[in-house]
């Protein structure tokens, strides 16, 4: 998969920027707040109509104006698409593929496919579960669109039951109405758990080698999914989420929200067997989350039979020269495009001699 072409209208500090791409390696550089950052994110946003910098889409609209508009054409293995999307201050994203609107926001997903690597993923060991969750969420939707219909009816329903957890906590509805809920929530809930289970137990066996190879055999990584549900086997999964919900209703009328399932869960990294989070140090961290996000290229690759877009936002300032090296010769020997910011090329374009070179100074972007 490539991206032939970008096009920004009053996208950050871009008022009109179309740029024109190969499938080789792409450098971006330029001093810092130039506007490198985001061509990444436009990209990334594309992929998945989220920023990874804000929640707020607004915040990506050029200062004075009302709107902003992406559109990315894109080459994979098989087809080609145009993915378009434009936001406006206080409406919902309108989104276009091949021209045609979408009426859900998630069609995009599994158009583009990228893998980012930027400062902001160190929140992905220090950071709260809920980022863990959405790495995890994006990443299975990708490769599986049975996972992705059942996170849209589990939300679905989880909306609905702490509505209707509310009503009777008020006496405005009856208790007995849940159970249609806890049916419609232990199907979809029990289906997001089992194939997040089985993705998980992949992905820590491929960032398991990753991170022996960055730390030289030196350290043992291991990713875990952690979830409320004590069960042995698949099968028993819908039924043992059944009765923690009826378990937890008492406790849970009195919040007025749901406490057990999917949306409580957590991934848990750790390094010798020392949770990653609380006892080990910031350079151990980083390489645990560049063990991951190699690992999540590499089951992209497995499952799709087509390598994402590799995206990465000044990682010569987060990585120390030897996990900076296994990196970029990691680039070089997978067929990836891949988009590169640094302020600095030094060091950098020696390892991609047959790249494409763009320079970036107060939003204008030169090709060199």
């Known amino acids: ?8 209208r009053n996208f950050r500090n871009y008022d009109s920027l179309n740029l024109q791409f190969s499938e080789k390696i792409s450098l971006v550089t330029g001093e810092n707040a130039q506007g490198k950052t985001n ?10 109509a989220k920023s990874h910098r804000t929640n707020r889409d607004d915040e990506l609209i050029q200062q004075g104006k009302h709107w902003f ?24 994203k309108r989104i276009r593929i091949n021209g045609k609107t979408q009426d859900k926001i998630s069609s995009i997903i599994g158009k583009i496919n990228v893998v980012m690597f930027s400062p902001e993923d160190l929140s992905l060991v220090k950071g709260a579960p809920s980022e863990r969750r959405r790495f995890l969420d994006i990443l299975i939707s990708r490769i599986s669109p049975s996972y992705l219909y059942a996170l849209q009816e589990y939300n679905s329903s989880l909306r609905q039951r702490n509505e209707l957890l ?24 029990s289906e997001i758990i089992k194939q997040r289970l089985a993705v998980v137990s992949e992905l820590s066996e491929i960032a398991r080698e990753k991170h022996s190879q960055l730390t ?17 086997s698949d099968s028993r999964i819908e039924d043992i989420y059944r009765e923690n919900l009826d378990s937890s209703i008492d406790s849970d009328l009195r919040r007025g929200s749901t406490s057990t399932g999917p949306h ?12 990653a989070r609380r006892y080990c140090s910031q350079g151990q961290q980083r390489t645990s989350v560049l063990s991951l996000k190699m690992a999540d290229l590499e089951l992209m690759a497995r ?3 087509d390598y994402p877009i590799v995206l990465l936002d000044d990682v010569t300032s987060e990585l120390d020269e030897n996990r900076a090296s296994f990196l970029f010769d990691l680039l070089n020997q997978t067929p990836v495009q891949a988009f590169l910011t640094a302020t600095n090329l030094e060091g950098i374009s020696s390892k991609f001699p047959n790249s494409q070179l763009f320079a970036v100074e107060n939003g204008v972007v030169k090709k060199r």
């Open 1 to 8: 998969m490539f991206l032939k072409e970008i096009t920004f």
């Open 39 to 48: 061509i990444l994110e436009g990209i990334y946003f594309l992929s998945t």
């Open 69 to 92: 508009y992406i559109k990315g054409r894109i080459q994979s293995r098989l087809s080609s698409n145009s993915v378009e999307i434009t936001n406006t201050c206080g409406e919902k």
């Open 166 to 189: 509310k009503n009777i906590r008020d006496k405005k509805a009856k208790a007995d109405s849940l159970e249609s809920w806890d049916i419609l929530l232990a199907k979809s809930g």
């Open 216 to 232: 030289s055999d030196q350290e043992d990584f291991h990713i875990e999914y952690q979830t409320q549900f004590d069960f042995n």
């Open 264 to 275: 409580r869960d957590d991934l848990m990294f750790s390094v010798d067997c020392v949770d």
């Open 303 to 305: 499952k799709l039979n």
